[in-house]
């Protein structure tokens, strides 16, 4: 059977417990159409580019799927009439990956960095100005 990679965006106002939900009915699709879905990971709820429907923010949702064609139009099918997904895109692959996706292991450096932004906290704390003397007043 070919190999699929989907990735669907759910509204930012709905729990993680019903994208869960969500997923399972998704999965029981394929299955029922003969596929099985292999990993699943969420992404969690990100930022979007630009207004979906109003939407500023997303659930993001990664699943590979092992599945016929008509499971996979299925499954689109649905996800075009819910009104819970804003997008959905789905890949046809060669092989899946058993490591994390990209997007994971970038929350994986994000977490082990402690949240400081982009480059980190600077030596000596704020307000350390090195080896260069202090600023003067005007006037002096």
């Known amino acids: 059977m070919p190999l699929y990679e989907h990735v669907f965006l759910a509204r930012q106002d709905v729990s993680a417990q019903q994208v869960e939900q969500l997923v399972e009915q998704y999965k029981g699709l394929i299955e029922t159409g003969g596929g ?11 930022s979007l580019a630009y207004r979906i429907k109003k939407n500023r923010k997303a659930h993001y949702t990664l699943m590979n799927i092992d599945a016929p064609h008509a499971a996979i139009a299925e499954m689109e099918r649905q996800m075009g009439l819910s009104e819970d997904v804003l997008r959905f895109m789905t890949f046809k692959v ?47």
């Open 36 to 46: 099985q879905i292999g990993k699943i990971e969420n992404w969690g709820l990100r």
């Open 94 to 140: 060669d092989a899946h990956d058993d490591e994390p996706s990209a997007m994971m292991q970038k929350r994986d450096r994000d977490d082990r960095r402690g949240g400081r932004g982009e480059r980190g906290e600077r030596p000596g704390g704020r307000g350390d100005r090195g080896d260069r003397a202090p600023r003067r007043a005007e006037g002096e």
